[in-house]
T-cell receptor, first 114, second 114 residues
Framework: AQSVSQHNHHVILSEAASLELGCNYS??????LFWYVQYPGQHLQLLLK??????LVKGIKGFEAEFIKSKFSFNLRKPSVQWSDTAEYFC????????????FGSGTRLLVRP | DSGVTQTPKHLITATGQRVTLRCSPR?????VYWYQQSLDQGLQFLIQ???????AKGNILERFSAQQFPDLHSELNLSSLELGDSALYFC?????????????FGPGTRLTVL
């Protein structure tokens, strides 16, 4: 079955610390990959996406992610977090089959302490 | 603001009741997706419509149904409600294309079943 795993459920960092959130998926075919962020009380917003090409993608607010096909991974990184990055982060995969549904990971809650 | 609107924002109802959630996609988007976000199940895909036709089904219960109307808005009907149906229900839309598109999420409807 297709699934997405986010290994870190809760992460606590101090401001200026570096961030890496892991995401692995299970699907043997072509996929599109996404990271969404959900700030407290708000809806999901797209951080970045990978469709093809350069496996290192840059998104909004200084976030980037690297697609490593051999590891079925799409980890999210930010060199220096800010208090305003406190949110829940979701990795999502869209298998390029006949439907365009997104399969989400369970999310990682990030708390950045000032 | 993603351009996807959902009403109502909050809904409180009793077990056994029936409710309807409404979603208006972004202008020009033909696809509508429904997702359920709950504490125990995470973010799960329910169903997708494309230009009025059902395209894909996910973990949608038989008590739930949806439709997309000619003006492309969609409704999710939840009946015989149970306590476990309490969740945040998101709608997303994406533009017509070959499939490499981003889904834009609405603000969600928070359903509380008492």
């Amino acid at each position: 079955a297709q699934s997405v795993s986010q290994h870190n459920h809760h992460v606590i960092l101090s401001e200026a610390a570096s961030l890496e959130l892991g995401c692995n998926y299970s699907y043997g075919g072509t996929v599109n990959l996404f990271w969404y962020v959900q700030y407290p009380g708000q809806h999901l917003q797209l951080l970045l996406k990978y469709f093809s090409g350069d496996p290192l993608v840059k998104g909004i607010k200084g976030f980037e992610a690297e697609f490593i096909k051999s590891k079925f991974s799409f980890n999210l990184r930010k060199p220096s977090v800010q208090w305003s990055d406190t949110a829940e982060y979701f990795c999502a995969v869209r298998p390029m089959d006949s439907s365009y549904k997104l399969i989400f990971g369970s999310g990682t809650r990030l708390l950045v302490r000032p | 603001d993603s351009g996807v609107t959902q009403t109502p924002k909050h809904l409180i109802t009793a077990t056994g009741q029936r409710v309807t959630l409404r979603c208006s996609p972004r202008s020009g988007d033909l696809s509508v997706y429904w997702y359920q976000q709950s504490l125990d199940q995470g973010l799960q895909f329910l169903i997708q419509y494309y230009n009025g036709e059902e395209r894909a089904k996910g973990n949608i219960l038989e008590r739930f149904s949806a439709q997309q109307f000619p003006d492309l808005h969609s409704e999710l009907n939840l009946s015989s409600l149970e306590l476990g149906d309490s969740a945040l229900y998101f709608c997303a839309s994406s533009p017509p294309s070959s499939g490499t598109d981003t889904q834009y999420f609405g603000p969600g409807t928070r359903l509380t079943v008492l």
